[in-house]
């Protein structure tokens, strides 16, 4: 597979370059794309002085915005698969095999990585925070068809049909819950697999109770407008 590692930067200079670093140290074959959404501090500069490939965006569009370019990129280039890291830290380079494995074999389009899996190494977050990611992945779940239990990971991998569909259609602002929607009901085959990982190395979580809130409610619409939207496009196809 041609792979590239996307990562989505938001003011990610204090952790990018240990997170660039394992990169190249546990996953040497993969190429690294860094799109910078509009930084206010030394992200991109970081990103270019160590070589890697680099877009910055000219307003701050969010995140899923920010990872629609980095697949439109992708698909530019002929690129196969996509890896998702982002900038804070959390994701552990060495974990990407398991993200690549359902890819690789044929089982999955897609693949989502669970931070509450069983493994070690992450702090599962207390109270509300919590109970409100469950409520989060039972909705998804029940939804897709798919056992979900962790509809807020941002540790993903795309294959070619998803990356067809993505770089297009990701959905912008906090993408996540949505996302599985999406990628269920417009025929891609999704996965989730176990994987460790890692509190932020810098900053703080963007994930606060208020945009928590303000997931579930978009996740609440989007179970009535997705069909609808699919179903549209079909009609136009037709």
Known sequence: MKVL??????????????VLAALRADQPAL????????SGDGTSVIADESGVARLRLCEH???????RAGLRYARRRGYDT???VDGDGQHPAGEIDALLAPLADGRADAVVGSRFGGHAGYRTPP???????RALSAWVSAA????????????????????????DEHPPGYPEPELLLLL??????????????NPRL??????????????CAVTALALVVTPWRQDAKGAERG
């Open 144 to 167: 897709t068809g798919i056992r979900i239990s962790d509809a807020t990971s941002g540790f993903w991998a795309f294959g070619a049909r998803a990356i067809a569909l993505l770089a």
């Open 31 to 38: 190429d690294i794309l860094v799109v910078d959404d509009a």
């Open 5 to 18: 590692a996307l990562i989505p930067a938001r003011n990610e200079a204090g952790s990018l370059p240990a």
């Open 184 to 197: 269920a009901r417009s025929g891609i085959r999704v996965a989730e697999v176990p994987v460790r990982m």
């Open 82 to 84: 996509v890896v998702r």
């Open 127 to 133: 109270g509300l925070r919590r109970a409100g990611q």
């Open 202 to 215: 810098a900053g703080r979580s963007s994930l606060s109770a208020g945009r928590l809130g303000l997931a």
């Open 61 to 67: 569009l969010g995140v899923g915005n920010a990872i």
